[in-house]
């Protein structure tokens, strides 16, 4: 059963999976619903424009595994550690030491 918003039955429809019923049913509501006609509508022209394209070709010379290679043989650059990552001096260990036994 359709419902005005539902998500999953408009995007069934723009893509012509759903039941006959259904389909029906949607076809009924778009005609009264302008919100859920211009969804279909906006899904239906998402889906013309991403048919009509068409996948580059990759370039001449390198493959994607030769990338991958590339990427991952080469050495990750260094980070210095954040402030939280780094030690604590002496002198700051003892006075949290101090703060925590004293009480």
Known sequence: MFECGDPAGLIAYAYEECDVD???????????????????????STRAALGAWDVPEPEA???????????????????????????LPAWAQVAAALVIFAS
């Open 22 to 44: 259904v389909r029906r049913q949607v076809a009924r509501h778009i005609d009264t619903c302008p919100a859920c006609a211009a969804e279909v509508s906006a899904l239906s």
């Open 61 to 87: 010379g390198v493959g994607l595994s030769e990338a991958l290679s590339l990427a991952l043989a080469s050495p990750a650059p260094a980070v210095p550690p954040r402030w939280y990552q780094q030690p």
